[in-house]
């Protein structure tokens, strides 16, 4: 690790307000999504974390507001803010983004959809989280078209250098030869109880959907920031990535967990 990475292990809020502003140009925000239950452990020996809050959903929401206005503080004016959260929250949680960064500046509402299974019940599986993305200054703001999957188009062909493109009657017309642009729906699986990403921490998000958001929304040496770290998916992807990050956890065992995760990121790397 080097100057411009560090990771703490302190309550966000009062770690938050020692740090210069404009200082990080990407953040993703995961915090607990008010469940009223002990999260975790899922694997013998690993951490757990307490996702309850006093009074309720209000009191969830006051935790969250001085944080927000925080991360706000710290983007720089190409930066952008990632606050992932679920249906519980999602409503009351814009509401306060749209005051704290300005509507102006909200992007996108991602539905991360994770097939993984379901039982059928008096409602339809809840089966997707919701991501909101703000920029600090829309228009100043990175972001980095992101390409995946296949055309819908029929009948496609493919140009001798391998450009996809449809014959119509007015001529060909060429399509991009890496994909469709991402939507706001992204299909990326869950991490399975088997994944070798798995590091048993409760609620850790797969490293495939961090990756995406960084390659999106930050460019090479620019600095990420996760301040609700856990066992550090958003740090390990940076560092992977060629960034610069920064991390906070309130766990001990959450940032003893992402350090090893960096270190060994670092050390396949090195051997690569
Ligand atoms: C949903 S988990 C994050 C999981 C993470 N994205 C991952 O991939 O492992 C939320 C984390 O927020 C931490 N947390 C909750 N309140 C906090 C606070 N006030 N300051 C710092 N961390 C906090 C918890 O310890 C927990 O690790």
Redesign the pocket.
């Known amino acids: 690790m080097n100057a411009a990475t560090s990771i703490v292990c302190?309550?966000?809020?009062p770690?938050m307000q020692t740090l210069p502003p404009a200082s990080c140009d990407l953040i993703y925000a995961?915090?607990?999504?008010n469940q009223n239950k002990q999260?975790g452990p899922t694997q013998k020996g690993v951490a757990s974390?307490n996702d309850r809050f006093q009074g309720g959903l209000e009191g969830y929401v006051s935790?969250l507001r001085p944080?927000l206005a925080q991360m706000h503080r710290l983007l720089s004016d190409r930066g952008s803010l990632f606050v992932?959260l679920n249906w519980r929250t999602v409503h009351y949680v814009k509401i306060e983004l749209d005051r704290i960064l300005g509507v102006d500046n909200f992007l996108n509402e991602i539905i991360w959809g994770y097939r993984s299974g379901s039982r059928p019940g008096r409602w339809f599986s809840r089966k997707h989280d919701t991501i909101l993305v703000y920029a600090k200054k829309l228009g100043t703001h990175t972001f980095n078209v992101q390409r995946d999957g296949e055309y819908r188009t029929r009948d496609l062909k493919r140009s001798a250098d391998g450009v996809p493109y449809k014959l119509t009657r007015k001529g060909p017309i060429f399509f991009h030869p890496d994909g469709p642009a991402m939507t706001d729906v992204w299909d990326v699986p869950i991490l399975s109880t088997v994944s070798r990403e798995r590091?048993g921490?409760?609620?850790?998000?797969p490293m495939a959907l961090?990756r995406r958001i960084i390659l999106a929304c930050s460019n090479e040496g620019d600095m990420v920031a996760?301040?609700?770290?856990?066992?550090?998916?958003?740090l390990v992807a940076a560092q992977e990535l060629g960034r610069k990050w920064i991390g906070?956890?309130?766990?001990p065992e959450?940032v003893a967990i992402a350090s090893d995760r960096l270190a060994s990121e670092q050390e396949s790397r090195q051997m690569a």
Not at 10 to 13: C, F, I, P, R, V
Not at 30 to 33: I, K, R, T
């Open positions: 302190a309550d966000n809020l770690h995961d915090p607990p999504f999260m974390f935790f944080r992932h590091t921490y409760p609620t850790q998000k961090l996760d301040f609700f770290c856990g066992s550090g998916t958003t906070c956890d309130e766990s959450a």
